[in-house]
C-alpha cells in the first residue's frame, strides 16, 4: 500500500530493471513510458528509477492520463495480486483497453496472471490468446545475439544484474585498433567500440627521444612532458625542462630563486625570469607622509613607479619618487601630500649614466624617434602633476610621448 492507493514493490523494482536493460539495448529513452493504474505504485516506480540522470527522458504515468498517447515501448505494472481476489480497476473495460493499446512496437506486462484471468472474463480471454502465441511466461527471456547460448531467465530485478552492460556475463575480448582487449563484460551497445576509451596504459612515443607516455591508451600524449636537466642560455642555471620545451631553451622561464632590484629600489626575492621593468612592484610604498605615518601603498599595475622605452635596443626606465594610492585611494585616514617630481632617469644598460628628464625627453620627443612604449601605469592625476611642475617645453614633451 502507498497511503491510500495500491503499489507493488517487486513490480516496481523489475520494471525499473527492465528499463534499463532497454536503455543498454541502445533505445532512446523518450522511446520508453512505464504504466501503471495506481498512484500509489506511480510514486514507487519513481523511486526506484534512479539514478534519476540515467532514466532522464522515460515518461513515467498513470493509465487515465495516458488515454490519446502512444510510444513505441510500453512497460505495464498491473499492481494487484492479493489472497483476497480483488483486481479494483483492472476489471474496468476501457482501461484495460488503453492500457494494453498504447503501444507501438513493444510491449511488456508484469502482473498476477492467475489472479486476472480467474476474476475477470476480458482477462481470461487476452491471456487465452497471449499463451497460444507463447507471449506468456514465469520470466522473461534474455539473450545477446553474439552469444545465443547464453540465455538469462530475469524473473525479479536481481536477474538483470546477470546483464550488467545490457548483453551477459561473457568478457567482450574484442580487438581494439590500439592493439588492446577490450575489458568490458558483453555489451550491445557500441559494438565498434568507437565511444570505448581503453584504460591499458599508452605504448606510444610521442618524441624523438622515444620517452614513453605517462597517460591512459585513450588519451591524447600531448606534447612530452619527460623532465631533463638543461642549462639555459640566458642565465646559466641549471633546471629541469619539459622534453617538449627543449628545442628552443630561450622560451624557457627560470624558476631558479633570486633576488632583483626594481627601478624603485626595492629590492624583492623573486624567479630569475621575472623583469622588474615588466613586473609592478609589490614591496609597501613607505614614503613618510605629511602626518608622519609611513605610506602603507604598493606599486601595482593601476599606479605604476615607472615608465620604460626602448630608444635604439637600448632600455631607458625613467623614475620619480611619488606616494602611492592603493586601489586609488588614500592608504588609512592619513593626508595625502602633493606628488613630487624627481627630474631624473636612470640608464639601465648604458652604464648608469643618468640623463636630465627636462632636456633629454624634449629632445626625444622633438626629433620623433621610434619610442616603443612597454609598461605605462601612470593615473590622470599623476600626469596632470607632470604637466603642471614642468616648464612649458617639458609639458610638451610629455603629452608627446603619452600620445604615442
Known sequence: ??????????????????????????????????????????????????????????????????????????????????EEGKIGFLQIENRVCVALSRAKKGFFCIGNISLLENKSTLWRDIIKDMR?????????????????????????????????????????????????????????????????????????????????????????????????????????????????????????????????TWPCGHEIATKCHVDPLRTPCKAPCGVILKCEHPCAGKFDETIGPFIVYRIWGATIAFRWTVPVMYNGKNPGNCCQPPFKIDKTCTCIRLSNICYLISNKVYQLARTKLSIRTINIGLSKRLILSLKTNLSLPNRMAVESLFCL
Not at 546483464?163 to 556475463?169: E, L, S, V
Open 132 to 260: 497460444e502465441r507463447g507471449k506468456v511466461g514465469k520470466a522473461l527471456m534474455l539473450m545477446y545475439q553474439n552469444h545465443p547460448k547464453t540465455v538469462i531467465h530475469a524473473s525479479c530485478a536481481e536477474d538483470f544484474e546477470k546483464a550488467p552492460n545490457g548483453g551477459c556475463t561473457i568478457p567482450c575480448a574484442a580487438r581494439l585498433e590500439c592493439g588492446h582487449m577490450c575489458r568490458m563484460m558483453c555489451h550491445p551497445v557500441d559494438p565498434e567500440h568507437l565511444e570505448y576509451e581503453c584504460q591499458k596504459p599508452c605504448t606510444r612515443t610521442p618524441c624523438a627521444l622515444n620517452h614513453n607516455c605517462p597517460k591512459r591508451c585513450f588519451q591524447e600524449c600531448g606534447p612530452c612532458m619527460e623532465p631533463l636537466e638543461k642549462t639555459l642560455p640566458r642565465c646559466g642555471h641549471l633546471q629541469k625542462v619539459p622534453c617538449y620545451e627543449c628545442e628552443d631553451l630561450s622560451i624557457v622561464k627560470c624558476q631558479t630563486p633570486c633576488v632583483k
Open 1 to 82: 500500500m502507498e497511503g491510500m492507493s495500491r503499489s507493488n514493490k517487486h513490480e516496481a523494482k523489475f520494471m525499473a530493471a527492465l528499463c534499463r536493460y532497454l536503455i543498454l539495448q541502445g533505445y532512446e529513452r523518450e522511446q520508453i513510458t512505464v504504466l501503471t493504474a495506481y498512484v500509489g505504485q506511480l510514486t514507487q516506480l519513481k523511486k526506484e528509477l534512479v539514478p534519476k540522470d540515467f532514466f532522464s527522458g522515460v515518461r513515467v504515468c498513470a493509465v487515465d492520463n495516458f488515454q490519446g498517447e502512444e510510444n513505441d515501448i510500453i512497460l505495464l505494472s498491473l499492481v494487484r495480486s492479493n
